[in-house]
């Protein structure tokens, strides 16, 4: 489906299920399919909503990147379907669009899913990685890019015993236009820290990612909602940064349960 926002902006989306409405909001090089295995298993829980960002899958391919333009993006969505509130899942930049949402949008956050993602801005070493990345797409394109980026998006036992997920994860990444994968990886390394927000974030919060991530470990996950007040974290054994993909039942298991226990909320 189609959203038209009112900037003239396309946002393409996938919805499943009926309820509290539930924004999943996808990292990067990603698309909502990367949300297939909660369409699926969460759709008893929420209205599930999963749009690709912009630039990104069936999307306006259209500055400006940056995780605030993102976030109001997702507002406009919001607004475009008469939404008022929803619970805001996003994983790893996802993740930095939902603090993004929290700081410019409150009211609009009714709950937080905050998968395999971190609250700290880039580093200058991250940010460096992120011109080489840059350069690397300029010279060779997405489908380089996607095999070079998966080992660091899987668990190794995810690539041992799951090859036709590693196709899908590596299908999706090279699928990404090139130019939205560089405005993001600027609007990333642009990001303000959110670390000053954590601890005034006022709306129950689950904090989940996998226990073989190397990108935002599960020492980041614990130090982070460690800090939010109303919050819980899950570790999901034999998954890397991709936990709702690779470890799809155990990813719905403990978001079901936090949004069942929203409604005594
Ligand atoms: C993501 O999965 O969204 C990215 O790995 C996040 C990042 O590069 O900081």
């Known amino acids: 489906m189609i959203a038209l926002l009112p900037d003239g902006l396309k946002l ?11 924004l999943l909001v996808h990292g990067w090089p990603h698309d909502h399919t990367m949300w297939s295995g909660q369409l699926g298993g969460l759709a008893t829980y929420a209205r599930l909503l ?11 391919v259209r500055g400006p990147y940056t995780i605030d333009q993102y976030a109001d993006d997702l507002i406009g969505f919001l607004d475009s379907l008469g939404i008022a509130r929803a619970v805001v899942c996003g994983l790893s930049m ?9 700081r410019r949008h409150r009211d609009r956050v009714r709950a937080l ?14 940010r460096a990685n992120r011109a080489k990345l840059i350069a690397s797409i300029e010279q060779e394109g997405m489908t380089a890019l996607a095999e070079r980026q998966l080992p660091s998006m899987l668990a190794s036992s995810t690539i041992e015993r799951h090859p036709s997920l590693v196709d899908t994860v590596r ?30 974030i006022d709306v129950p919060t689950l904090v989940v990612g996998g226990a073989e991530d190397t990108i935002t470990t599960p020492d980041v996950l614990r130090r982070m909602a460690a800090v939010i007040p109303n919050s819980r974290v ?12 690779e470890r799809p039942a155990a ?15």
């Open 251 to 265: 990813f719905n298991h403990v978001v079901g349960e936090f949004l069942g226990a929203l409604l005594y909320d």
């Open 94 to 102: 996802g993740g930095y669009i939902a603090f993004a949402m929290l």
């Open 171 to 200: 299908r999706m990444m090279a699928s990404v236009p090139p130019e939205g994968a560089i405005g993001a990886l600027r609007a990333m390394a642009e990001r303000p820290d959110s670390t000053p927000l954590l601890d005034t």
């Open 113 to 126: 899913v905050l998968a395999d993602t971190r609250a700290t801005a880039d580093t200058d070493e991250a």
């Open 50 to 60: 999963a749009p690709d960002l912009r630039g990104v899958g069936a999307s306006t």
């Open 234 to 245: 899950e570790i999901l054994e034999q998954s890397g940064h991709l936990s709702p993909l």
């Open 12 to 22: 393409a989306y996938e919805e499943a299920g009926s309820g509290t409405p539930m």
